[in-house]
């Protein structure tokens, strides 16, 4: 039987298992009830192996196919997000404050249908490993896999990533060869000054004058330090000082992020950000502690990964064309530890006219599960080459 056909002939039950996922949403690695949903399924397709517990709650798949060849990582995230589901469907969350707002849903069904499809077939030489990860939404559930010798333990030598992307047409694909998703890092700064009066300013330092000639000063990072050719984020995103309209505070604290897509800017703007958060509060009299934590490193494709991803994205696109030079974005996605660790890419499937990423309104396009399903077969099936 033709693959589009067979994977077609497996939709109906692709979507219904989806829509249990979305009805059972699960936080970071508290992914208990869905990992077991999907290691039970491995299973019963017939994986060679199925273990669980990579990366405390991450399940692996091991399909070998009929003959030696490459060993090849298929990633999808399965974790969902603290917001409440503002839909009305059927299958909506039934879990009070959390849901499937970011499409993990779909990754996991569709990743599931390729292990079924390729479980079934065995139409290729080599290995496929499916990779359920746990934790991506701010838990670094990649890094964790890694931690736990996911690539050495079963012989990764390539890996490979997809996201649902509202607004393109649903089944379509873009990716792009080098930084496709931003490094996201996080940072913190206490201003100290001294308290006081504020009808009486002079006896005091005033912290919230300091803050504010800080948080003008942070914008010269990207407007003055960074080649204007280049891409980078500064942003301030809370600001937080005194209780009383009558007393200058002792003490501001500013939170932020920065976003970068290329690490010797990151580097840049760690410190140039350190130095002007020292020396701005210092011209003015206060001292100031800084914390700055680094996150999700650039999500960074392999030129050749890239190529060959659009070149088996393109005979499944609904389209038939497949953006290969899309714009990088500048949120932030895990996968890229693997990406440092493998050769491999990250690309985007078309969600249509969605609501956007973590919206409480947002909802899996079911129509697109036969894409998804027939990029990771495909990729398998063309990358490890035909059965002997």
Same mark, same amino acid.
């Given at each position: 039987?033709?693959?589009?056909?067979?994977?077609?002939?497996?939709?109906?039950?692709?979507?219904?298992?989806?829509?249990?996922?979305?009805?059972?949403?699960?936080?970071?690695?508290?992914?208990?009830?869905?990992?077991?949903?999907?290691?039970?399924?491995?299973?019963?397709?017939?994986?060679?192996?199925?273990?669980?517990?990579?990366?405390?709650?991450?399940?692996?798949?091991?399909?070998?196919?009929?003959?030696?060849?490459?060993?090849?990582?298929?990633?999808?995230?399965?974790?969902?997000?603290?917001?409440?589901?503002?839909?009305?469907?059927?299958?909506?969350?039934?879990?009070?404050?959390?849901?499937?707002?970011?499409?993990?849903?779909?990754?996991?069904?569709?990743?599931?249908?390729?292990?079924?499809?390729? /479980?079934?077939?065995? &139409?290729?030489?080599?290995? !496929? #490993? =499916?990779?359920?990860?746990?934790?991506?939404? *701010?838990? @670094?559930?990649?890094?964790?896999?890694?931690?736990?010798?996911?690539?050495?333990?079963?012989?990764?030598?390539?890996?490979?990533?997809?996201?649902?992307?509202?607004?393109?047409?649903?089944?379509?694909?873009?990716?792009?060869?080098?930084?496709?998703?931003?490094?996201?890092?996080?940072?913190?700064?206490?201003?100290?000054?001294?308290?006081?009066?504020?009808?009486?300013?002079?006896?005091?330092?005033?912290?919230?004058?300091?803050?504010?000639?800080?948080?003008?000063?942070?914008?010269?990072?990207? /407007?003055?330090?960074? &080649?204007?050719?280049?891409? !980078? #984020? =500064?942003?301030?995103?809370?600001?937080?000082? *005194?209780? @009383?309209?009558?007393?200058?505070?002792?003490?501001?604290?500013?939170?932020?992020?920065?976003?970068?897509?290329?690490?010797?800017?990151?580097?840049?703007?760690?410190?140039?950000?350190?130095?002007?958060?020292?020396?701005?509060?210092?011209?003015?009299?206060?001292?100031?502690?800084?914390?700055?934590?680094?996150?999700?490193?650039?999500?960074?494709?392999?030129?050749?990964?890239?190529?060959?991803?659009?070149?088996?994205?393109?005979?499944?696109?609904?389209?038939?064309?497949?953006?290969?030079?899309?714009?990088?974005?500048?949120?932030?996605?895990?996968?890229?530890?693997?990406?440092?660790?493998?050769?491999?890419?990250?690309?985007?499937?078309?969600?249509?006219?969605?609501?956007?990423?973590?919206?409480?309104?947002?909802?899996?396009?079911?129509?697109?599960?036969?894409?998804?399903?027939?990029?990771?077969?495909?990729?398998?099936?063309?990358?490890?080459?035909?059965?002997?």
């Amino acid at each position: 039987m033709p693959r589009a056909e067979r994977i077609a002939g497996m939709k109906d039950d692709v979507i219904a298992w989806r829509r249990d996922l979305h009805a059972h949403p699960e936080l970071l690695y508290e992914v208990t009830r869905t990992a077991g949903v999907v290691a039970d399924k491995l299973r019963g397709f017939g994986c060679d192996e199925v273990v669980t517990g990579i990366g405390r709650t991450g399940v692996v798949g091991i399909i070998r196919g009929k003959g030696a060849g490459p060993v090849i990582g298929l990633r999808a995230d399965m974790d969902a997000l603290p917001i409440e589901e503002e839909t009305n469907l059927p299958y909506r969350s039934t879990a009070p404050g959390l849901m499937h707002a970011c499409g993990h849903d779909g990754h996991t069904a569709m990743l599931l249908g390729a292990a079924r499809y390729l /479980a079934e077939t065995r &139409d290729f030489a080599g290995t !496929a #490993v =499916v990779i359920f990860q746990p934790a991506e939404e *701010g838990g @670094a559930g990649a890094k964790a896999m890694l931690d736990d010798g996911l690539l050495d333990r079963f012989g990764i030598q390539e890996v490979y990533g997809m996201h649902n992307m509202p607004g393109m047409v649903p089944g379509s694909f873009a990716i792009r060869p080098g930084a496709m998703l931003a490094a996201a890092d996080r940072f913190r700064i206490v201003i100290e000054g001294k308290g006081s009066h504020a009808a009486h300013p002079h006896e005091g330092i005033d912290s919230v004058v300091a803050a504010s000639q800080l948080v003008l000063a942070l914008q010269t990072i990207v /407007a003055r330090n960074v &080649d204007p050719l280049k891409n !980078a #984020v =500064v942003s301030v995103t809370t600001i937080n000082g *005194g209780d @009383a309209f009558n007393v200058l505070p002792q003490r501001v604290t500013l939170t932020g992020t920065v976003r970068t897509l290329d690490p010797a800017i990151r580097d840049l703007c760690e410190e140039r950000l350190t130095a002007l958060a020292r020396a701005i509060p210092a011209a003015l009299g206060a001292t100031a502690e800084v914390e700055f934590w680094r996150g999700y490193p650039v999500t960074m494709n392999n030129p050749d990964a890239a190529r060959f991803a659009a070149d088996v994205a393109q005979g499944i696109s609904s389209t038939g064309e497949v953006d290969r030079s899309i714009l990088p974005i500048m949120g932030a996605e895990d996968f890229s530890y693997m990406l440092e660790e493998r050769p491999g890419a990250f690309i985007f499937i078309g969600n249509g006219d969605s609501a956007g990423l973590h919206h409480p309104r947002y909802n899996f396009n079911d129509e697109i599960v036969t894409a998804g399903i027939g990029y990771w077969a495909s990729l398998i099936e063309a990358r490890c080459g035909a059965a002997a």
